[in-house]
């Protein structure tokens, strides 16, 4: 984690963790999330990702909670197999948008996914929430619908908007730097532009 002199922070916050690295599915883990992953760690970056940081026999909700609570920025990768992170993409909300307006960022990429996916417009992540109404219950779906809406709303990354992998998850970094608002920090060579003008 970077110290408090090297960031340019409204307030003087300190997070356990930069970025809450929120994912699901073999067609993300293994592809866009490990560079990702890879990328913001070698920069210096504090990242929570659940197979690196949750130990076996912890309970994972509270972990989770607790990881989701002390983060910074939380990059959440909608891909076609996000259909089970529903639970922590409500949290994030909730904590955006409560007391720490302005300390928690979310940051939403779209990885082989649209926007209109995420704000329920197609079939994609629709019939997965309606097949969660029986075990969780209409009001805990509910939530979840409102939190996709919400987070399909915000400005983010569209990996098809961006031509080849590598560039993409380059940028996406570039841009979370800017939001983490880091200065003054020793960088890989491979990260250009993320300093300030």
């Given at each position: 984690m970077i110290q408090?002199?090297?960031?340019?922070?409204p307030t003087s916050i300190t997070?356990?963790?930069?970025?809450?690295l929120s994912f699901r599915g073999p067609d993300a883990r293994h592809?866009?999330?490990?560079?990702?992953?890879?990328?913001?760690?070698?920069?210096?970056?504090?990242?929570?990702?659940?197979?690196?940081?949750?130990?076996?026999?912890?309970l994972i909700a509270g972990e989770l909670k607790r990881a989701i609570d002390g983060s910074r920025v939380y990059a959440v990768v909608f891909s076609s197999n996000h259909a089970s992170a529903w639970?922590?993409?409500?949290?994030?909300?909730?904590?955006?948008?409560?007391s720490n307006v302005g300390r928690k960022i979310i940051l939403p990429i779209f990885?082989?996914?649209?926007?209109?996916?995420?704000?329920?417009?197609?079939e994609l992540y629709r019939k997965a929430l309606?097949?969660?109404?029986?075990?969780h219950g209409h009001d805990v779906v509910k939530k979840w619908e409102e939190a996709l809406k919400t987070v399909g709303g915000m400005s983010g990354w569209d990996s098809k908007a961006i031509q080849g992998e590598g560039r993409f998850?380059?940028?996406?970094?570039?841009?979370?730097?800017?939001?983490?608002?880091?200065?003054?920090?020793?960088?890989p060579d491979h990260l250009i532009?993320?300093?300030d003008q």
């Amino acid at each position: 984690m970077i110290q408090g002199s090297d960031r340019d922070t409204p307030t003087s916050i300190t997070s356990e963790y930069d970025v809450f690295l929120s994912f699901r599915g073999p067609d993300a883990r293994h592809g866009i999330v490990d560079h990702l992953y890879q990328r913001m760690t070698e920069a210096g970056l504090r990242v929570f990702k659940d197979d690196e940081e949750i130990r076996r026999g912890e309970l994972i909700a509270g972990e989770l909670k607790r990881a989701i609570d002390g983060s910074r920025v939380y990059a959440v990768v909608f891909s076609s197999n996000h259909a089970s992170a529903w639970l922590e993409l409500d949290m994030m909300v909730d904590l955006h948008g409560g007391s720490n307006v302005g300390r928690k960022i979310i940051l939403p990429i779209f990885f082989g996914t649209d926007p209109a996916d995420v704000k329920l417009r197609t079939e994609l992540y629709r019939k997965a929430l309606d097949a969660h109404k029986d075990r969780h219950g209409h009001d805990v779906v509910k939530k979840w619908e409102e939190a996709l809406k919400t987070v399909g709303g915000m400005s983010g990354w569209d990996s098809k908007a961006i031509q080849g992998e590598g560039r993409f998850v380059q940028l996406v970094v570039q841009d979370i730097f800017g939001k983490l608002r880091i200065k003054d920090k020793s960088l890989p060579d491979h990260l250009i532009g993320i300093d300030d003008q």
